[in-house]
């Protein structure tokens, strides 16, 4: 049995599982992220564009830490813990205001790590467990679980 390409009874792509993007799918079926009772709303994907904490990988990691200013380390996991983890961000991000309101000093740069992307790097700062807070300066000068 042959079909023309010309038959009205041929498929549509949609109709076969092609010509559909997968942000039209997300867009109709969003994800959402709810953390407890108060319903505050988990976006680590709005993170990345507009955070007081930028997100680095291991490329960049050079950049950041050998710099003579004091740097704030959040290593975090999107998944595990989740809502431990956004708590722990939105807590750096208001320090992290606060300081820069101060307007008579300059804020700590403050950067985060994903510890399930960026593996080799948190095993290079020796960070197994998420949240978890470094203050670095040349080297770890304390760490906070």
């Not at 992220?33 to 960049?60: A, Y």
């Not at 380390?73 to 606060?98: G, H, P, Q």
């Not at 080799?120 to 998420?130: I, P, R, V």
Request: charged share 35%; glycine share 4%; proline share 6%.
């Amino acid at each position: 049995m042959v079909v023309e390409e010309e038959d009205p009874d041929w498929p549509v792509d949609t109709d076969v599982g092609w010509g559909i993007k997968a942000s039209e799918y997300f867009d109709t079926h969003p994800i959402k992220n709810v953390v407890g009772e108060d319903g505050t709303v988990i976006d680590w994907e709005g993170e990345i564009d507009d955070s007081w904490v930028k997100e680095i990988n291991c490329l960049e990691w050079e950049s950041f830490a050998f710099h003579p200013s004091p740097l704030v380390v959040l290593v975090f996991e999107r998944y595990k813990r989740a809502s431990d983890n956004w708590k722990t961000l939105k807590e750096l991000e208001k320090a992290i205001k606060v300081y820069w309101d101060a307007k008579d000093r300059l804020p700590p740069r403050a950067v985060k790590i994903d510890l399930n992307i960026e593996t080799d790097l948190a095993y290079a700062l020796k960070a197994k467990e998420c949240p978890q807070i470094l203050f670095y300066g040349n080297r770890i000068l304390y760490r906070e679980k």
